[in-house]
Nanobody, 114 residues
Framework: QVQLVESGGGLVQAGGSLRLSCAASRTIFRFNTMGWYRQSPGKQREFVAAVISDGNTRYADSVRGRFTISTDNAKNTVYLQMNRLKLEDTAVYYC????????WGQGTQVTVSS
């Protein structure tokens, strides 16, 4: 069983930055993909960003150019650097890992205020 623990959420003003972290309980390079999803009240969970095992990255159109996903294999951690945050980025952000099974973290709240 893999555990994913997110941290780094909080309250930030529009235009500000936050960095989310996701610490995995095992070596992350064995995962096919690791990524971030988010869910706002009343909405479905949506894809934000992912890093593939070959190092390529994927981003949702809504965050491309503002968010950056990265990994630190030595720390078994995936990061999401979020810059120029907007009100619509407010959501619970979930870490996701795909190997033979899919794993989810418990989520971390990001609130962007005006």
């Amino acid at each position: 069983q893999v555990q994913l623990v997110e941290s780094g959420g909080g309250l930030v003003q529009a235009g500000g930055s936050l960095r989310l972290s996701c610490a995995a309980s095992r070596t992350i390079f064995r995962f096919n993909t690791m990524g971030w999803y988010r869910q706002s009240p009343g909405k479905q969970r949506e894809f934000v960003a992912a890093v593939i095992s070959d190092g390529n990255t994927r981003y949702a159109d809504s965050v491309r150019g503002r968010f950056t996903i990265s990994t630190d294999n030595a720390k078994n951690t995936v990061y999401l650097q979020m810059n120029r945050l907007k009100l619509e980025d407010t959501a619970v952000y979930y870490c996701n890992a795909l190997a033979r099974s899919m794993y989810w973290g418990q989520g971390t709240q990001v609130t962007v205020s005006s």
